[in-house]
């Protein structure tokens, strides 16, 4: 039996949204970190444009919290691989995807803002209305086999 | 000893240390409470506060706070042994740093997720968000200076690394411009990046970088000083790019490259049955700098790092979906750290050379086993990639690219990071030229380190960076020894017994005061009057340091004493007022 023929009846459905935090991850924790909004000392100008993203994806978060409640909803960074990557790649083989399609969602999920439902990239790039954003994920909801 | 036994030993230890130590904590000393309400619920807007799933915030927390330095603290303290160097990271790890950065999360999220600074400021007193900006601006000066110098070391003895590390700049820029011009993949792009920085190693390799000529032209003593000034120039401008520029699009490159550092570690360890060649304990020669106290100021990160306090109370805290993650999340990423310290512990004892005599020779006094410290890690991960097959020079050069990259990062932030503090004591003492000029603040931020690293030590290299590296070893254990007084307080307060944190935080304060001590002899007998006015500011910090924590450890006390025994806090510990979610920065 391959990941995909696996039962899959109790998972729940996932929504990923992809954008980065306000802050720098990589290389410096240990010793100096620069973040934005949330920092000890530092400038929120730095990060003005993930800012930006975090606000825009934060009403597409309350819109989906607020009308889907039962959905598992995760924001993540895209910089977070180690989580990422190994739950964008299980979410795209157990809806049935073959190993191109998985790489070619993995690529798409990663960029700076990205919405992700049970695997499937349905909004990239930039981040959509509200709107826009509910009917894209009912949508893939709704085709998803979970 | 093969590596593998003592690897697979230290990891048993620290899940030993995660399954019982971190469950006593979390029942007895900081109480945590599955119904409690994290902030990430109380004020989810999906932008800040964001419940979310413990491994996906775990994920974000360590790649936040693994960075270079857990490296070299441990590549220098072999010096003493690889036996009081590991002991160190182990027990540092589960009894100090796992209670640091556990109770920091804690302490934040019970105060509506509150950062550090001003949670000292709450908690301790109001003199003490001063002490905290004054620590921080002298940690940030030590870590450019060390971090400049371990730059300079390492493109001296790897020239092959230079160009890679001088490419990396713009590749980082270029892809960031693609990525945020055109929203592509920056996973795929990034990774791109990484292969392109390691196909560079093979151009470097062939044509090598040496200043050795134009420093003998410019009358400057060691090619490595000439480094250290190109890297300060370098960070003069690079900390006023815009971050998205060069410091985000890297940050998926060294995010990477941590992984990929790590991979090869433990795999080369494995596949090559690499066997441990130093002594358990080494026989220092007389005159060295005694094991007590410079070994627990030597190894910082990777035993304790006061800096991952800033990272739990500043976003994880917002994060954290249950009371009970913070376990798991806290506690775990101080065993990240300490395995990445084991990993640096095992590459100068078992992958740099392969007898006993040899490496004598690269520890045969303080000065040496210092200033050589970062090189020996470099060569002793390139015999671990060796094992899987990569060719040793070639791999020598990879290893060097990956500290290199980080150290610069490193770098990058702190000059960017000092110009702030710079600019916020200048506010608060009210000179406005600097508390307003950019310009002005930045060659503050890059002109007092650059001295540190070029002025001490009469151009002995390793004498200039061992004793740098104590030095910033005793700023870091001191931000660390504020974070653990505000958690003491907060624990005391709340009735529940505070001795899982008074120990850790009166061993950091004992043992830093004794080496700031004996270090103030060293330099006033020297006549360095470069390192021992500095000395002499930390250590009247410690003390500063030492006398807020014990009044504020008493009126908690009294505190509880007035309550009847009882609790001064809400039973739950969180804050008794139901506002919003406060700002921490003005």
Redesign the interface.
């Known amino acids: 039996m391959t990941a995909a023929e696996q039962p899959t009846a109790a998972v729940p459905h996932r929504v990923l949204l992809v954008r980065e935090w306000d802050e720098q991850v990589g290389g410096s924790g240990c010793c100096g970190r620069l973040s934005g909004e949330n920092s000890e000392v530092g400038s929120t100008g730095d990060f003005a444009r993930a800012r930006e993203s975090m606000v825009a994806m934060g009403e597409v978060y309350r819109a989906l919290r607020r009308e889907m409640p039962d959905v598992e909803l995760t924001v993540v960074d895209p910089r977070n691989t180690v989580w990422l990557l190994p739950t964008l790649v299980r979410d795209a083989r157990r809806r049935g995807l073959g190993w191109v399609d998985v790489v070619r969602q993995v690529r798409w999920a990663t960029g700076a803002s990205a919405i992700v439902v049970d695997g499937m990239v349905v909004c990239r790039g930039r981040v959509p209305d509200v709107d826009d954003a509910l009917l894209h994920v009912r949508a893939a909801l709704a085709q998803s086999s979970r | 000893m093969p590596a593998i036994v003592v690897a697979l030993t230290v990891l048993a230890l620290f899940a030993f240390g995660y399954k019982y130590y971190s469950t006593f904590l979390a029942s007895k000393v900081f109480g945590l409470d599955p119904a409690f309400v994290t902030p990430a619920h109380r004020f ?5 506060f ?1 419940p ?2 413990k ?2 915030l ?3 927390h ?9 490296i070299v603290g441990p590549a220098i303290a072999v010096f003493w042994g690889w036996g009081p160097a590991l002991a160190w990271i182990v027990l540092g790890t589960i009894f100090a740093a796992g209670v640091h950065d556990f109770g920091s999360l804690v302490v934040s999220v019970r105060h509506k997720a509150r ?3 001003s949670l000292a400021g709450e908690v301790v007193n109001a003199r003490a968000r001063n002490l905290f ?1 004054i620590i ?1 601006f002298f ?2 000066t030590l ?1 450019n200076a060390v ?1 400049a110098v371990v730059i300079g070391n390492l493109f001296v003895a790897n020239p092959g690394a230079v160009i890679p590390i001088f490419v990396e700049i713009p590749l980082a820029i270029a892809i960031g411009q693609y ?2 011009r055109t ?6 792009l990034s990774l791109f990046g990484v292969a392109v920085l390691y196909a560079l190693i093979w151009v470097g390799q062939r044509v090598p970088i040496e200043l050795t000529g134009l420093a003998e032209a410019l009358g400057v003593e060691q090619e490595r000083n000439l480094w250290v000034v190109i890297m300060f120039v370098y960070t003069f401008f690079a900390s006023r790019l ?3 520029m060069l ?2 699009p ?10 990929i550092a790590l991979g090869v570690i433990l795999i080369g360890i494995t596949v090559g049955l690499t066997r441990i060649v130093a002594p358990v304990v080494n026989d220092v020669p007389e005159g060295s700098p005694s094991i007590f106290p410079f070994l627990f100021i030597t190894i910082a ?1 990777g035993a304790i ?1 006061g ?2 306090s ?2 739990s109370s ?2 994880t805290s ?1 994060q954290l979906d249950k009371d009970t993650d913070a376990r798991y999340v806290g506690y775990m990423g101080s065993v990240g ?1 300490g395995a990445l310290a084991l990993g640096s512990v095992l590459a100068v004892t078992a992958g740099v050379v392969a007898t006993r005599s040899e490496w004598d020779a690269l520890y045969s006094d303080f000065a040496t086993a210092s200033g050589g410290a970062v090189g020996n890690f470099v060569n002793g991960v390139a015999e671990f990639a060796n094992n899987i097959g990569i060719p040793l020079d070639l791999a020598a050069i990879f290893a060097a690219v990956v500290v290199v ?2 150290a610069a ?2 770098m990058d ?2 000059v ?2 000092q110009r ?2 710079v600019q ?1 004591i200048a506010e608060n003492v009210g000179f406005t030229p600097l508390a307003r000029n950019i310009t002005l603040a930045s060659l503050v931020a890059v002109l007092i380190p650059m001295a540190m690293a070029l002025i001490p030590g009469g151009g002995e290299a390793g004498y200039t960076f061992g004793i740098l590296w104590q030095l910033f070893g005793t700023t ?1 254990q001191l931000t660390a020894g504020l974070t653990l007084a505000v958690i003491a307080v907060w624990v005391t307060r709340s009735g529940r017994p505070s001795w899982p944190v008074l120990v850790p935080l009166a061993f950091l304060l004992f043992m830093t005061s004794w080496a700031l001590i004996a270090n103030l002899i060293n330099f006033v007998e020297a006549r360095d009057w470069v390192l021992a006015p500095l000395d002499a500011i930390i250590f009247v910090l410690a003390m500063w340091l030492i006398v807020e924590s014990l009044m504020a450890l008493m009126k908690a006390r009294r505190e509880v004493a007035a309550a009847g025994g009882g609790t001064a806090v809400a039973p739950s510990g969180d804050v008794v007022d139901d506002g919003g979610p406060d700002h ?2 003005g």
């Not at chain 2, 929203?183 to 795929?188: E, H, N, Q, V």
């Open positions: 989810e807007d999906g932008v800040d964001v979310t799933n491994h996906v775990f994920g974000h360590f790649t936040s706070v693994a960075g270079a330095a857990p950062n550090i600074g900006l921080i940690l940030l870590v971090f990525i945020y929203k592509s993949s920056a996973l795929a815009p971050v998205w410091l985000q890297r940050d998926y490159i060294n995010s990477h490259q941590l992984f990160c790092s800096f991952h800033l990272v500043g976003t917002k750290e990259s980080f990062t490193t932030t702190g960017r990071l702030y503090v916020e870091n921490d920065r």
